[in-house]
């Protein structure tokens, strides 16, 4: 199978080829960063370091992708000489996946030989994006959930196959349980939930006969109950308790439909009223965060969401303005002056200050200042190879995200835009750098 | 390799293994439709089915995801070799890809044993809406472009690595012109196009130097002007072209940043003045279609748009109202009845009419009626494998949807909402059917 390592703008290899036949081999330094945070986002969640490190490692060119590159007819075959033997030999600095963070902080650094940190460009902001967009989505819908399971239901509407299997994995990490998608079970070790759909409902002779032999086959299944009418199919869960008795052990039904606050409620007291107390109810069909937050402000009696169409897409803030930035070549700043953009030259980290165990802001420093607060920028890849102790499990990534989402204002955590809450600022270094590097530039 | 098999929602595979147990090996047709358009378009283009049929024709459970299934202790060892021998012998009928459809249109029906038609849900649900969605996306791009060259510049801000790569196929579709994204290049044979970045910029000594040296590797190429302040770069474009004289070859600039109605227009007439007629313009940078149609409504002096971010994801409108439903199984006709949802029962033909040349309206038929009018429906797949006359080549389907769009009143390919001007009726057979399944459901 051959790596992606054509997944690159054109232009990346036209400058590549420029940087070799000029002979700009020096050190270079990208940040990537997100200029502005969507506007229903207080932070967003670092995601989708892994796979990116390890597409990073593996990337090398085969002889079917050179010889793609040498019919485009613009590449000197000392340039496709030069690709073949292609390995990624720069360090990575990054923060951990599952860290919340702040407009303009970088989250990733590389720093390689020019042509190699220039390559992986759209490689970085494609991976981290995505799984960045979907994690920070999902913490929105797990803070709105206020305990309940949320559950995965999103691979059909997932804007392709990867976004569905790896977004999957960044919705774990901003807290959700489980994903429908087999595929990312098997990819990542996911917990899969679900069930059955209308179709066999709709197969069978009449909704009670699906219940009953879908539990004949999967005794602890969950039930739809929607499909013709809600409470009807309510009903007939009951008549099938009642039936089996003793052997009814169904866990769930699903209500896909309708006014889910007050089918809720009275699906709730008739599975009461019937001795069904530890039956579950599982809501889903065209929910996100706002709808979920309305459920559970209101305590409607649902115990399991699950989520599909909204968080898989992202749908209010599908992508980011995220960039990845030269901030030094030869040692030297270096930044874009033109309208309104903002990158700060230089190699950076991030610290991120607490009291009493609560974030209370971060400072964007040169790498290198040595702040009294945590340091959230680590070695993650040195001389094209990964750092071993850096490499986490998932359910360890997971538990960072959740402890790390814990510990900032509780305010950040609400659907409520509350940027101002938290304060992010540069430090004097690092301002003093950029003025000068602004002067020296516009000189 | 192994295959998508296992690319499907947890509940495909328990329905499968309740269908054989409970002998439920009937025909089924499960029908793949859009509820509602959303709320900017006022109709969707068909695309995505080459790549579906592709992976359903080879669809195979290799041992390591039978090994997967096995593990998760739901499923019985002969439901798992059954899996083992898989292999979909159904048919298909589908819409040609490019063409423009609208709400409740069946754009592809699957006609199998009920459990081959049920596995392959999740997958088509996410294959055919995610390049409809950018299909669709690219042809307002293109629209509001008025004849000017549209390139896609999405790869970094799309939702994946397949969605990058399979979205730049179905912006082509769309009539987008090129694709930056290299891999999508030769995956798909698309002209690939792409030239210098902020950084290459930045890397050199002064932006003059950058574009002296760029250009001398690439004779041809476009110069990025907006680094540090646009109208000084294109003055430093214009002194290279003194000094080159004959052998100045660089065939445009790009503008990335600013008010690019202005700029455009100031740089349009440097050029002009300093003699460089040939020097296209190109700009990029957060367009969309609407800024797009500003800037071609007053006629700026643009040449070529590279567009990015807004329709790498569809941004406005990045998940579809898709939804794949059974609508006949063992030959009767089935049909869900819960809240508002209309799924319209057993298997049927879209039929589009023509006047002088022009579609006035479609009509939502039972298959196997006959109207004097041109059935959008054909058989693509049959007995699980591909009908070798439906398979076109990607130019075909280009110059398809680009006719097909044509034929469509001129106000529907505006960026305004008409949904109004084009009539979709359901057919008197059909609603008679709908009525009479509904009755059977209800009693």
């Known amino acids: 199978m051959s790596s992606n390592a054509l997944f690159a703008d054109l232009y990346e290899f036209t400058m590549l080829r420029a940087y070799l036949e000029l002979g700009m081999t020096e050190q270079a330094t990208f940040s990537l960063f997100v200029r502005r945070l969507p506007p229903k986002r207080n932070f967003l969640i670092a995601c989708g370091l892994a796979n990116l490190l390890n597409e990073i490692e593996n990337l090398r060119f085969d002889g079917e992708q050179i010889d793609y590159l040498g019919s485009l007819k613009i590449f000197s075959s000392a340039f496709l000489d030069w690709l073949q033997g292609f390995r990624f030999s720069g360090d990575i600095h990054a923060m951990r996946e599952g860290t919340p963070f702040f407009e303009n902080e970088p989250i990733l650094e590389v720093i390689a030989p020019i042509a190699e940190a220039q390559l992986i460009e759209t490689l970085v902001l494609n991976q981290i994006g995505l799984q960045t967009i979907l994690s920070s989505k999902a913490a929105r819908i797990v803070a709105a959930a206020r305990g309940r399971v949320v559950i995965d239901f999103g691979a059909r509407r997932a804007q392709g196959l990867d976004a569905a299997t790896i977004g999957a994995r960044a919705f774990f990490v901003g807290g959700v349980a489980s994903t429908s998608n087999v595929a990312a079970g098997k990819a990542y070790g996911l917990p899969v939930a679900g069930t059955m759909a209308h179709s066999f409902v709709e197969a069978c002779a009449s909704e009670a006969e699906a219940f009953r032999v879908f539990s ?33 052990k169904v866990r769930a039904i699903r209500l896909d439909s309708g006014d889910l606050d007050k089918l809720s409620r009275e699906a709730r007291q008739m599975l009461d009223e019937a001795g069904l107390n530890d039956v579950q109810i599982i ?23 699950g989520v ?27 930044m874009k002056l033109s309208t309104g953009k903002r990158s700060l030259p230089g190699r950076k980290q991030v610290f991120r200050q607490f009291r009493d165990g609560f974030a209370t802001g971060d400072v964007i420093a040169r790498a ?5 607060s945590i340091a959230l920028l680590r070695p993650v890849m040195l001389a094209g190879r990964r750092v071993a102790s850096e490499a986490f499990e998932l359910s360890q990534i997971h538990a960072h995200a959740e402890e790390a989402l814990a510990a900032l204002p509780s305010k950040l955590r609400t659907l409520q835009s509350h940027k101002s809450l938290y304060d992010v600022v540069i430090s004097r270094q690092l301002s003093d750098y950029e003025r000068l590097t602004r002067e020296r530039l516009s000189r």
Chains 1, 2 share one sequence.
């Open 283 to 305: 809501a889903s069909g065209g929910l996100d965060e706002a709808r979920i937050d309305a459920l559970t402000a209101r305590d409607a009696p649902i115990d399991i969401f």
């Open 368 to 372: 290198g200042e040595n702040l009294p």
């Open 216 to 248: 004949e086959v999967f005794p602890e299944t969950t039930l739809l109950v929607d499909t013709y009418d809600t409470i009807e199919g309510v009903k007939k869960v009951i008549a099938l308790a009642r039936m089996r008795g003793e052997g009814f």
């Open 308 to 334: 599909g169409t909204d968080m898989a897409v992202s749908s209010d803030a599908p992508a980011l303005d995220i960039a990845y930035k030269l901030t030094e070549y030869a040692g030297v700043g270096r």
